[in-house]
């Protein structure tokens, strides 16, 4: 009798301890940060009804949250979402986790710590576009500032997040400072990140404090003038970054290249604009067409950054010898560099750029 | 007339270069290696009629190609596959490519370089089983020596590689030496691996020119008797390398370790056994329940390890303290460490486990 008992007590405690209510907000209400331009949706990073490209790819990609993530404190002992993305499957090189999953880090000692992820719905069958599930939990007593970073390669139609009933949720500001637009392909879309988080723009930016807006546009980045002249809107921009190179071909660099720098210096007359190189792929390594491809189409870029840098004293190269390191293991597909891959960039990217900001007081 | 004679001298040789027709071998007929016991099937790691494990999920990875790679030299200027996998969708926190691709390296100047992926069909849908792809193309003249790795994380029904129909495709001798089986969790199994060959199994017998056996099961790692005897089964072990505490509770640990043991010890009396402790996962960063799992989990295999070590002299232990780092950026999702992961992973292992390699003659 004394065993039923005490069984019951703890089944009624373990309910008690379990029936601890969520309540979700909509996380567009906190601070959502990466916008280089307000747009009208919650969570895209570019308005396509004010902004027009021609190629139904490129506007699918405007619609993403790449880049785009939520500021709020909490003193929740737990961290749920429940939240809308669109039906794709992630492409074979990359994780659905980074495609349509969430990254939260929280402040710890003044630095933004790894504290989980939000994992798509993959059981319900691979297309399935509503997603749920506990983030993070069990955390100590206290106020939480959170940075959840939103998906890196796909749409997000709504979020809510989830913390105890009896917790507050409120929008903090934003820490990070300055406007660094980081304009660029696939590589800059964080296609083969692990996670949406660990992109390299959103690495130079949560280490270094920069508030990043992420344009990457997989396969679609070819100096292209609706670029240019949705560069040439945004305003206060502190540095452009350019990873330009990556997808057009030594001819297309050519034809584009000082037209499209012409119209974001008509805008912007003396704002750094720092060109990196386009990676060396691995596809190179055997492939003999790809090497030739490859050499002509950096040559191409080197070739008109060296000249218009003669008359453009806020223009920078960055070589990019060093980008993938040296041991031929840093993409998931040749191509795209994973985690390992975006660590030997930063290395190599991150004191270049930082000496140049440096000139012009961002630190 | 001459613009016409022309533009059709043109198709013509276009025709005639891309005709070049492409002929497909059975890849079982060529050098299967990774197999620490011989399975009638041609791709499967363990054979299930022979070893029984009373646990569908264990059956079902049993039967993965994971650690299997193919060996063949060629002249051909391109490398195709055709390959059927089950039609299951990579899990959330993996890439296609890794789950059921193919990753190909190619020897020069006696190392093995990436030379690219076979990409799994998504197009199609992503329950899509057959699946076909140029891994490589373009390649200058001469024979190159292949070793192509298989799926991490699904069964291989069959694989046929395709080389231009004047080329010839031949088995070569296997370059590795000793025999080193890796038993482990998801750590081991690869799973947040970019790509086959980049599992920290994989790179660590393709780095240092050994014969690794990957016998990683994903989340079924508990020190089960089953696998103990397996293992006593296999033949002319140089090491076992186990990553052994990453799934069971402290409890199991206590539970299950010794009689684990016993069973291999009672094959390989004197062979060296080397127990990695589990990393330190980062889902310990903030949750206290997760914490406290972990930190038991680790004295207790600590504890056991180092009781044991009293009386069995081959017996080594190796801390994780540095095997994710210091950055707390390298798992896919708090636990799976990536291609970032590994390498710290390896670079903490390698130089420890090599030592004691050594003190048996293997190098």
Known sequence: MKKIILTLAVIALSAIVSAQETRYYNAAG???????????????RIDTSAYKFNDKVIEEY???????????????????????TSEKNAAENMTAIAQKGLDLYIRKDGEWVFAGVGRPEMD??????????????SMAE??????????????????????????YIEPIDNPFKYRIVIKGSSVTHGLAASRPGMSYSARF??????????LGFSGKSKLQE???????????VDAFIFDAFSNPSADVVHEN????????RQAHPETPLIFMQTERRESR?????????????????????????????????????????????????????TDLGFTYMLESIQPKILKILRKYGIR
């Not at 500032?145 to 105890?164: F, Q, T």
């Not at 609706?226 to 206060?236: F, K, N, P, S």
């Not at 806020?314 to 795209?336: E, V």
């Open 226 to 236: 609706e670029y240019a002249r949705y560069l040439a809107d945004i305003e206060d």
């Open 124 to 137: 319900k069958g691979p297309a399935y576009a509503t997603h749920e599930g506990t983030i993070v939990k």
């Open 62 to 84: 405007a619609c993403h949250s790449t880049g785009l993530a939520v500021l709020f404190a909490t003193d929740s002992p737990f961290i749920k979402a429940r939240w809308v």
């Open 257 to 264: 290249f000082d037209r499209f720098v012409d119209i974001i």
């Open 30 to 44: 906190l601070n959502v940060i990466g916008k280089a331009i307000p747009t009208s949706k919650d969570f895209t």
């Open 205 to 214: 930016g949560r280490d270094n404090g920069f508030h990043c807006f992420n």
């Open 142 to 167: 206290g106020r939480k500032e959170c940075l959840l970073y939103l998906p890196l390669y796909d749409r997000l139609d709504s979020l809510y997040i989830g913390v105890a009933e009896d917790s």
């Open 285 to 337: 390594n055997f492939d003999t067409w790809r090497e030739d491809f490859e050499a002509k189409k950096q040559a191409a870029a080197e070739e008109e950054i060296r000249e218009r840098m003669k008359s453009d004293k806020h223009l920078y190269f960055i070589p990019s010898d060093d980008f993938l390191g040296h041991d031929h293991i840093a993409t998931s597909d040749g191509s795209h560099p």
